[in-house]
């Protein structure tokens, strides 16, 4: 009966001592990310230009509406979190190279828990600063039109792009040998898709062939989502699925962004699995 018992709780011994090495990870990998508030806010001041200044000039110079303001807020969204996410895989070359990562991979802790302690740091630290950009949007007159099942969608399609992002980040992290190169690369990925996917006007103002590009990219289906979740608007959706119901579009770009933050995490803790045996 004891050895029975023994078995019984050797999985939730397993467990428990999992999520303590995953919260230990996370703990130092705050430390090392976000030490002063500085470090917090300074990725925010790009996105706050863009949503505070930027937007009401060209709402201005285009003789746009008021919700123009709110459209290009939302975009700044899908600014933010590549950037952020990016920015965070700089740091795993930097423990890689000068940090405690050799010794971390020695430790008797499964390699997942390094990239998933990571990935919660990143996450956190987005989602604050995504927070404060709606924020001081709102309070700079910014109109958003939330209702309690938008604000779910809104989060549900940040929360599962920045985990995508992130897994890129840490792929291109342990793939890349040097900060510099690192570094040469993040434009291509954070910031040319955002140009495409609709942040400052509607993919079907694109090219044939580019608008049909924008459908494939995630951000396009987080930003028609998040717009449906905080502005009540689908024509991001419908412009992706066509004539089909809003909730079913909206559905449907969700599976999109699950299935990319699945793949890409799952991606990025294999190849910084293969890459720590090298």
């Known amino acids: 009966m004891s050895a029975a018992t023994a078995t019984a709780t050797l999985p939730a011994l397993r467990r428990a001592r999992a999520f303590s090495s995953l919260g230990t990870l996370t703990g130092r990998r705050f430390q090392l990310t976000a030490r002063t508030p500085r470090e917090l806010f300074v990725p925010l001041l ?63 802790i499964p390699r997942s828990l390094l990239v998933l302690g990571n990935l919660v740091v990143a996450f956190a630290i987005t989602g604050l600063q995504v927070a404060v950009l709606i924020a001081v949007a709102t309070v700079r ?34 793939r890349v040998p040097r900060q510099e190169e690192y570094i040469a690369r993040v434009p291509a990925i954070a910031i ?26 995630p951000l396009t289906h987080g930003l028609a989502l998040m717009r449906y979740g905080l502005l009540g608007d689908s024509t991001g959706l419908h412009n992706i699925w066509g004539g089909m119901g809003s909730t079913a579009s909206a559905a449907l770009s969700l599976a999109v962004l699950a299935g990319f933050a699945l ?16």
């Open 46 to 108: 790009t996105p706050i230009m863009f949503a505070l200044v930027i937007a009401p000039a060209l709402k201005s110079a285009l003789h746009t509406n008021a919700s123009y303001e709110s459209f290009v807020a939302i975009g700044t969204v899908g600014l933010l979190i590549p950037l952020n996410t990016m920015f965070s895989g700089l740091g795993v070359i930097v423990d890689r190279e000068n940090g405690a990562q050799r010794e971390l991979l020695a430790a008797p």
């Open 141 to 174: 007159g910014i109109n958003f039109d939330p209702t309690a099942t938008g604000v779910l969608w809104f989060v549900a399609a940040a929360g599962l792009f920045a985990i995508g992002m992130y897994g890129i980040a840490e792929i291109l992290a342990s």
């Open 192 to 217: 040319l898709p955002w140009f495409l996917a609709g942040a400052l006007f509607p993919i079907t103002a694109l090219p044939t062939g580019l608008t049909w590009v924008a459908k494939f990219l």
């Open 263 to 278: 793949i890409l995490t799952a991606g990025s803790i294999r190849v910084f699995t293969r890459a720590a045996l090298r």
